[in-house]
Structures are given as C-alpha cells and as structure tokens.
C-alpha cells in the first residue's frame, strides 16, 4: 500500500517526533511550514535531505496554501497537528488562535474534500484535555462532559466537533486524540515544564538566581511526546475511526515537577507557605529558588487535568506507561544541563576572542 503522510506543524515537538517514527515505518513524510525570515526548523534539520522527507510552504490561516498541498501530495493520512497551542497566549490574542485552531482544522477537512479524497485519506485532529477545562468529573475519559476555559479550549472544542461532524457527514475517516500533557526535550521554552527544566539547569550552574510560576498546586497528567506520537499512528490504523484520550492516568502537580527537576540537579527543595507565599527553598543553603508570580496566573485556570487511557490501551493496544513521570523528567533536565553547559562554553569562546582582538593578539 502506498504510505504518504502529510503533517501540519511538522517543525513542533509533536511533528518532529512523528515525522521520525512514520519514517521508520516506509512512509513518505510531508511537512506543511510557514514561510518565515526566521528559521525555526532546528526538530527536523537533521531529517532535511532524506529522500521520504519533503517540506511544502502553507498556512492554517490560508485555506488555497492547504488546498494546493492536499492537491499536490494526495496524502492516505493527515496528522493536524499545527495550531498556536500555548494556553496563556490565546488569552492575548484570541482571534488569532481562534481561527489557527478551529477554523483551520475546517480547512484541513474542506481541502481533503474537495480534492475528492473522502475515501482515501484518513486524517488525525490533535485535540487536548484543554477541553475538559473547569472539570466535572476526575479521572477524564471519552465520555466525561466538556467544559473548556479558555480561547484556546473554546477554539479545539471547534476542531472536535467539527471533525465528528464531516465523519458522519461525508463518511470520512477523521479521528480526534484527546491529548493530554506531553512533554520532551523538544518542548517550547515558554511552556511550564520546560521552563522549569531549564531554570534548574541555570541554577545549578550559576546562571540563573531564582525561577518564577503561577499556582504550584495545578494537577497535570504528563507524559513523553516521542511515547504519544504512537498513539496518533494507532488511532489511524484501526477499522473504524473514533476518538481516543491519550494520556498516562498518572497525575502530579507542578509542586511535585519542580521537586523532581531540582533533584536530578542535585538541589533538594523544602516548599514553605501557601499560594502566593509559597516558595521554593533549597534545604542545602536556605536560598529561595522558587517563588509564585501572579503574573503566571490565568484569567480561568485549569487546576485537575488526570486522563483515562483505559480505551486506548484495550483497544489501540497502546502502553501509556512506557516512560514514567520520574524517567520523563530526568531526560528533560540532563538535555538541558547540557544546553547550558554549551551556552556557557560558546560564550566563554565569544568572551575570550573579543578581549583578543581588543588587546591586538588575532585579528
């Protein structure tokens, strides 16, 4: 069988992942980017040049730029997996994420479509616990009710139904995957996780004094992207299209992932006080490493995220376990202990070569 996927947001976290795991599988591998003066590939430069892997300009914003590839590429699967996926940011800017994360998941549908290939391409929607929101029952599973609490949720709520309604309407084979949070060493550094990884890299190497959070208490269900990636294949490989929760069932507040950070960097943290006066203190020193900003805190915060992966794991066969909490964690630290460790090195090279050429020694 012919095997062509095309991924939208191929140069994120989750597209660099599955691009190297369809790859694996003898898929040709399609990526849609934006046309940028930036270069943000630096997932997927080390893919650039091989034969299965090929990148076409397109936008979510730009429904001919996603007919056009559809047209070009005539994929038998779709992993939208592009949208502007940062929680605090579609407070900021609303319309924005509105018409990336719900309307283009139409566009995306409209283009397979309208390229009369209903039948022959099956398409993955990237949705998240995000739609859950302000929860109503915990664990989450498929058929607990969705209350989403923020622009970002309001617009995937979009994308679910919209996916539900063209698989019912026009007999496609179109699936949503219920993302909860998964992390890797290719997160953004905006993103919490990330953040907190890098700080105590920073920390333990002297190039940061203290790391700033919002509620320490929020409860999230994380798990590893590369482990997640598979899930979205499987779900696409069965008889019948359905919606599916990706997730661990495992839950641990942000509390618990700054303690574990901290720990792989050798720093053991004591947590003192509550809510905004809680802080972070290492018990070695009695210095302050962590502290709560208001600044962090949310319009509407998402406080008890915790997934049941029981139907993708009897079904899809998937094993939500393979990379614990702990194991999880240690990757993301050791990568960035590293990242450091280089910064400081490059740095020092600049340091060193600029007092040369100012005292005469290279030119």
Same mark, same amino acid.
């Given at each position: 069988?012919?095997k062509? +996927? ?8 989750d597209?660099?992942y599955?691009s190297?795991?369809?790859l694996?599988?003898?898929y040709?591998?399609h990526g849609m980017?934006? $046309?940028?003066?930036?270069?943000y $590939?630096e997932r997927i430069?080390h893919l650039?040049g091989?034969?299965?892997f ?5 936008d979510m914003?730009?429904s001919m730029?996603i007919?056009?590839?559809v ?6 699967e779709?992993?939208?997996l ?6 605090q940011?579609?407070f900021d800017?609303?319309? #924005?994420t ?8 139409? $566009?995306?549908?409209?283009a397979?479509r ?6 022959t391409?099956r398409?993955?929607q990237?949705s998240t616990?995000?739609l ?5 029952q915990?664990?989450q599973?498929?058929q607990?009710p969705?209350?989403p609490y923020?622009?970002y949720?309001?617009a995937?709520?979009?994308?679910f ?5 063209y698989r019912?309407?026009?007999?496609m084979y ?9 992390e890797?060493e290719?997160r953004g550094?905006? *993103?919490v996780t990330r ?7 920073r920390?333990a190497?002297g190039k940061q004094?203290r790391?700033l959070?919002?509620?320490l208490?929020?409860l999230r269900?994380w798990?590893?992207?590369?482990d997640y990636?598979e ?8 008889d019948?299209?359905d919606? *599916? ?7 641990h507040?942000?509390?618990?992932f700054?303690?574990h950070?901290?720990r792989r960097?050798?720093?053991?943290l004591? #947590?003192r006080?509550?809510g905004l ?7 070695a ?6 502290e709560?900003?208001?600044d962090f ?8 995220l ?5 139907? +993708?794991?009897?079904i899809l066969?998937?094993?939500?376990s393979?990379?614990? #909490? ?14 450091? +460790?280089?910064e400081?090195a490059?740095a020092?090279?600049?340091t060193?070569?600029?007092?040369y050429l ?6």
């Open positions: 069988m012919r062509v +996927a095309l991924i939208t947001g191929v140069t994120g976290q597209g660099s599955l190297e795991f369809l694996e599988k003898g040709d591998v980017i934006r $046309r940028s003066s930036v270069d $590939r430069a650039e091989r034969p299965n090929h990148l076409h300009y397109g914003g730009d730029s007919l056009q590839v047209s070009k590429v005539k994929p038998t779709i992993y939208n592009a949208a502007q996926s940062h929680v940011v579609s800017s609303p319309e #924005f509105a018409d990336v994360d719900a309307t283009g998941v139409l $566009r995306v549908l409209e397979v309208l390229c009369g290939l209903t039948q391409c398409i993955y990237a616990s995000e859950y929101g302000k929860v109503e915990v664990p599973n498929e607990t969705f209350h923020s622009p949720a309001v995937k709520l979009y994308g139904w919209i996916v539900k309604e019912e309407a026009y007999g179109c699936c949503s995957g219920i993302l909860f949070n998964h890797s290719r550094e905006t *993103f953040k907190i990884t890098l700080a105590a890299a920390i190497q004094d790391l959070l919002g509620n208490s929020s269900d798990g590893y992207a590369k990636v899930c979205m294949w499987l779900i696409l490989q069965q019948r299209p919606d *599916f929760v990706i997730a661990t069932g495992v839950q507040s942000v509390r618990e700054c303690y950070a901290f960097v050798g720093i053991e004591e #947590f006080g509550e006066d809680e802080q972070g203190i290492d018990k020193t009695g210095r302050v490493l962590v709560v900003s208001p805190y949310r319009p509407t915060d998402v406080v008890n915790w997934g049941d992966p029981t139907k +993708a794991r009897e066969g998937w094993n939500p393979r990379t614990s #909490f702990e194991d999880l964690v240690a990757l993301m630290v050791d990568h960035d202990m590293a990242k450091v +460790a280089a400081g490059a020092k090279v600049r060193n070569l600029a007092e100012e005292k005469g020694i290279v030119k």
